[in-house]
Structures are given as structure tokens and as C-alpha cells.
Nanobody, 121 residues
Framework: QVHLVESGGGLVRPGGSLRLSCAAS????????MGWYRQAPGKQRDLVAR???????NYADSVKGRFTISEDRSKNTVYLQMNSLKPEDTAVYYC???????????????WGQGTQVTVSS
């Protein structure tokens, strides 16, 4: 069973930085993409950043130039470096993996439990 575990959320002042981590574990055959989504209260869950197996990345317009997604495939881990944080970045951040598990011929979406990021003075 594939599991995604996030860490690194917390409370930070506007202009500050945080680094989120997400480690995938379990019977993993192949990871297509890993990414980060966020959901603020009363809003839908939206893509923040995503990285493919080939290393291509894409970002939400609202975070371009401030957030950077990276990965360590040897550890099945993805990171989100968040700089110049703003109050509107406050949300629960979810890790997502499009993963082929061992013994399965198809990929599935897997989600972490979420980590709270609060940007406030």
C-alpha cells in the first residue's frame, strides 16, 4: 500500500519561508508525477506545483517566482520551498502522487493527509 507523508507546515510571518516535504513509501513501481495542492477554508483544492518524472515543472500563477518544487527520486521525496509567503498562501497543503504501485498495471492518485500552513503576523 502506497503512503504519502507530509511534513514542514507551520505558522510563519508574511515574507517568511517554509519548506514542505513529502515522502512516498510502500510498494512503488513507478512515480509519474508528484505535486502539491492546497485548500483554503471554503475553497476548492487547487494545484500549487507539480513535477514530472522527466523533471518538468509547472506552477500556479499565484506562486511563480516564490515557490520551488524539487525532488529526490532516490528517496521518493518531493519538496516545496516557499519564499515570500503571503497571508493568502494560508491553506492546508496536500501532497499528491500519480503512482504505479507494485503488482498493478495502472497509475492511481495518492494523497497525503495534509499539512497546515498559516501566514500571519
Amino acid at each position: 500500500q502506497v503512503h504519502l507523508v507530509e511534513s514542514g507546515g507551520g505558522l510563519v510571518r508574511p515574507g517568511g519561508s517554509l519548506r514542505l516535504s513529502c515522502a512516498a513509501s510502500g510498494g512503488i513501481r513507478h512515480i509519474n508525477t508528484m505535486g502539491w495542492y492546497r485548500q483554503a477554508p471554503g475553497k476548492q483544492r487547487d494545484l500549487v506545483a507539480r513535477i514530472t518524472a522527466g523533471g518538468s515543472t509547472n506552477y500556479a500563477d499565484s506562486v511563480k517566482g516564490r515557490f520551488t518544487i524539487s525532488e529526490d527520486r532516490s528517496k521518493n521525496t518531493v519538496y516545496l520551498q516557499m519564499n515570500s509567503l503571503k497571508p493568502e498562501d494560508t491553506a492546508v497543503y496536500y501532497c499528491n502522487g500519480v503512482i504505479m504501485a507494485s503488482g498493478q498495471p495502472w497509475v492511481l492518485d495518492y494523497w497525503g493527509q495534509g499539512t497546515q500552513v498559516t501566514v500571519s503576523s
